[in-house]
T-cell receptor
Framework: DAMVIQNPRYQVTQFGKPVTLSCSQT?????MYWYQQKSSQAPKLLFH???????NEADTPDNFQSRRPNTSFCFLDIRSPGLGDAAMYLC????????????FGDGTRLSIL | DAKTTQPPSMDCAEGRAANLPCNHS???????VYWYRQIHSQGPQYIIH???NNETNEMASLIITEDRKSSTLILPHATLRDTAVYYC???????????????FGKGTHLIIQP
């Protein structure tokens, strides 16, 4: 009964080869977030979608982009992955109402060869 | 969002109450306190949140001081499965609805000892 599903759990790509990570949700939440978590560090917000509106964090590299084709799905695209992009990528969702908490998936661990 | 300060690590004996402190001395009137935890190789898990009153749910209790400058998360009967990194996060509340992300600090690594 997972509510925020990230596939795959582990992804390996080559240096410079584009990669897409996916996230789906069964909660019908209108906000979806992507976080990056490097080894032994805390998660860091990359961007979020509020319905169809995309909101990028100021320090998110241009190499990272996102798509949200419908309410249930959101994708993270890394155009030209570098070795420094190896990390766990976490997707989260929430309702944009009051103090509603965010619900996280279990992440995709990305390795760069 | 206001910054939080937590001890880097804590130990607790299994079966005892685990009390995790958090300092948020610069918190504003429109900011909530949230607690999440992250078990190794999993995504963060929401535990509880509050504004100024103490809160309790099936997982934990949250005690917020009257001046709101600090809080304590209480796990009443810790088990080995409660070993995790616990994050205390302060986030602005928008009465009309909002979508701000979470700013994670370094958290507290809670180790439950058998």
């Amino acid at each position: 009964d997972a509510m925020v599903i990230q596939n795959p759990r582990y992804q390996v790509t080559q240096f410079g080869k584009p990669v897409t990570l996916s996230c789906s949700q069964t909660l019908n939440h209108n906000v979806m977030y992507w976080y990056q978590q490097k080894s032994s560090q805390a998660p860091k917000l990359l961007f979020h979608y509020y319905d169809k509106d995309f909101n990028n964090e100021a320090d998110t590299p241009d190499n990272f982009q996102s798509r949200r084709p419908n309410t249930s799905f959101c994708f993270l695209d890394i155009r030209s992955p570098g070795l420094g992009d190896a990390a766990m990528y976490l997707c989260a969702t929430s309702r944009a109402q009051g103090s509603q908490p965010q619900h996280f998936g279990d992440g995709t661990r990305l390795s760069i060869l | 969002d206001a910054k939080t300060t937590q001890p880097p690590s804590m130990d607790c004996a299994e079966g005892r109450a685990a009390n995790l402190p958090c300092n948020h001395s610069t918190i504003s009137g429109n900011e909530y306190v949230y607690w999440y935890r992250q078990i190794h190789s999993q995504g963060p898990q929401y535990i509880i949140h509050g504004l100024k009153n103490n809160e309790t749910n099936e997982m934990a209790s949250l005690i917020i001081t009257e001046d709101r400058k600090s809080s304590t998360l209480i796990l009443p009967h810790a088990t080995l499965r409660d070993t995790a990194v616990y994050y205390c996060i302060v986030r602005v509340f928008y009465s009309g609805g909002g979508a701000d992300g979470l700013t994670f600090g370094k958290g507290t690594h809670l180790i439950i000892q058998p």
